[in-house]
Nanobody
Framework: QVQLVESGGGLVQAGASLTLTCTVS????????GGWFRQAPGKQRELVAR???????NYAESVKDRFTISRDTAKNTLTLQMNSLKPEDTAVYYC????????WGQGTQVTVSA
C-alpha cells in the first residue's frame, strides 16, 4: 500500500528557512506528479506548489519566489524548500502524489513566529 510521510516541519522565526520532505513507500513506482498543500486553522486546504510528470511546476502566488518544489525519483521523495518564511505561512503542510490514485500524507506542522 502506498504511504506518504512528511517530515521537516517545526517552529521557526520569520525570515528563516525550512525544508519539508515527503517520502513515498509501499510501491516500486517512481513519483512523477505530486504537490504540497497547507491548511491553517479555520481555513480550507490550499495548494502551495505542485510538480507535473513533465517537470513543470506551479506555485501559489503567496509563495512564488520563496518556495521551491522538487522531485527526486531515485529517493522517491518530494521536497519543498521554504525560504523567507512569514507568520502567514503557519499551517499544517500535506504532500500528495499520484500513483494511479491520489495519495496523501498525514501532514507536518509549520509554525512561523513574528
Amino acid at each position: 500500500q502506498v504511504q506518504l510521510v512528511e517530515s521537516g516541519g517545526g517552529l521557526v522565526q520569520a525570515g528563516a528557512s525550512l525544508t519539508l520532505t515527503c517520502t513515498v513507500s509501499g510501491t516500486t513506482s517512481r513519483i512523477a506528479a505530486g504537490g504540497w498543500f497547507r491548511q491553517a486553522p479555520g481555513k480550507q486546504r490550499e495548494l502551495v506548489a505542485r510538480v507535473f510528470s513533465n517537470s513543470a511546476t506551479n506555485y501559489a502566488e503567496s509563495v512564488k519566489d520563496r518556495f521551491t518544489i522538487s522531485r527526486d525519483t531515485a529517493k522517491n521523495t518530494l521536497t519543498l524548500q521554504m525560504n523567507s518564511l512569514k507568520p502567514e505561512d503557519t499551517a499544517v503542510y500535506y504532500c500528495n502524489a499520484l500513483f494511479g490514485n491520489l495519495y496523501w500524507g498525514q501532514g507536518t506542522q509549520v509554525t512561523v513566529s513574528a
